[in-house]
């Protein structure tokens, strides 16, 4: 048994240098997870949430607009892109904020800071391959509720308003949104 | 069988009456039901049972380089499996189990 786990874990140990070849493979492995993970995010959207595919056979690309239905960004409208890399499920989606907002978890960049999607984290909140992309569709519903934090912002002026006034944040918040529909 | 049941047999035997016993014993089948022993049948990774091959391996139905079809199961300390495959790649960026957030070490590998 010993000596079947040395000689597995040698066989296995080698292709890493073979990487060349590997992205080819990676692809549809994207795709074949995505036909499952895009129809089960369609079942379980929330209802705050929409999204919309460019091209119906590009599964690895599209928007997701959040109009939350509570706390600061309430009336809202909310666009992000969703891309899946070939590296999924072993990388996270890369996502980027498309409304211009006052968020202190999303800069006016359009970066987004989500545990979920980071790359290398060294506790639970991380992406993990079990997650799917339900998961991050709820992650990304939950930054304006659950998920809003303002002790480790992304707009650290954002946060620094929000504790000095809570009034100003809320006015800035709106100031935006009123900006962004114009 | 209730306590009742077992009743009426034991008067039926004990008292040599004419018996009044509503039924007799005559088959007994026992029925075992079996599954892999680990706490997870569906690699948490590619979502394809461990004891298949894995999305990976499927789509290259061909033997790979080493001339192998295997595509073992690798149980880890945590007791939770995944397909050998799908795992190696995982902890290359992070080692540990992605159900349970323990560091990685396998335990046993095999089918």
């Known amino acids: ?182 | 069988m209730s306590g009742e049941d077992f009743d009426a047999l034991d008067r039926g035997d004990n008292d040599g009456q004419k018996s009044d016993k509503m039924f007799t014993l005559k088959k007994w089948n026992a029925v075992a039901m079996w599954s892999w022993d680990v706490e997870c049948d569906t690699c948490a990774i590619c979502r394809v049972q461990v004891m298949d091959a894995c999305l990976r391996c499927q789509g290259e139905s061909k033997k790979d380089s080493y001339g192998k079809q295997d595509c073992v199961v690798v149980w880890g300390e945590c007791n939770h499996s995944f397909h050998f495959c799908c795992m190696s790649l995982w902890v290359k960026q992070n080692n540990r189990c992605p159900l349970c957030q323990q560091e990685w070490s396998i335990q046993r590998m095999g089918k």
Not at chain 1, 22 to 50: A, F, G
Not at chain 1, 90 to 109: G, Q, S
Not at chain 1, 127 to 155: C, H, I, M, Q
């Open chain 1, 1 to 182: 048994m010993i000596t079947l786990n040395r000689k597995l874990k040698k066989e296995h140990t080698v292709p890493s240098n073979g990487l060349a070849s590997e992205p080819v493979k990676r692809i549809s492995i994207r795709d074949k997870l995505l036909i499952k993970e895009v129809q089960e995010m369609n079942e379980n959207l929330p209802m705050t949430c929409s999204v919309h595919f460019e091209d119906p056979n590009v599964l690895n690309e599209f928007i997701l607009t959040v109009t939350p239905d509570e706390g600061y960004w309430v009336g809202g409208k909310f666009k992000f892109s969703v891309f899946v890399t070939e590296e999924y499920n072993m990388a996270p989606p890369r996502v980027k904020c498309l409304t211009r907002l006052w968020h202190p978890n999303i800069n006016v960049d359009g970066d987004v800071c989500l545990s979920l999607l980071r790359q290398t984290s060294i506790d639970e909140h991380g992406w993990a391959p079990t997650r799917r992309l339900k998961d991050v569709v709820w992650g990304l519903n939950s930054l304006f509720t659950d998920l809003l934090n303002f002790e480790d912002p992304l707009n650290i002026e954002a946060a620094e308003l929000y504790n000095k006034n809570k009034t100003e944040f809320q006015a800035k918040v709106q100031e935006y949104m009123t900006k962004g529909k114009r």
